[in-house]
């Protein structure tokens, strides 16, 4: 430990939005290049009907919907990807001065 008392661990944490931003950026773009490409094979007014039939759902409402479940698909996968390359040492033990 340092002379002043305090830990010092390998790196410090980075901003919060640095965090959010590293999450739902590249899950916005993922989620706009799935949206493309299924919406180019899959009318959503023939989904909706193959599904909900008594939904009122315009075109581009089933659009709006799909590209959401896309980014909440793709923010997820971001999430838990950031959860597992966390580094193990900021959060079980500080570092030792030798």
């Known amino acids: 430990m340092s002379d002043t008392g ?13 965090r959010v931003g590293a999450i739902l950026w590249p ?3 993922a989620a706009g ?3 493309m490409v299924f919406f180019a094979f899959v009318d959503p007014l023939e989904l909706r009907d193959m ?10 409402g089933g659009y709006t919907v799909g590209f959401f479940a896309f980014w909440l698909a793709t923010a997820s996968s971001s999430l838990f990807t950031w959860i597992l ?3 193990a040492s900021r959060y079980n033990r500080p570092l030792q001065d030798d």
């Open 27 to 29: 899950s916005f773009f």
């Open 85 to 87: 390359l966390r580094p």
């Open 6 to 18: 305090e830990k010092r661990f390998d790196h410090p944490p980075r901003p919060m939005a640095q």
């Open 33 to 35: 290049v799935c949206t």
């Open 51 to 60: 599904t909900f039939p008594r939904l009122a759902l315009t075109r581009q």
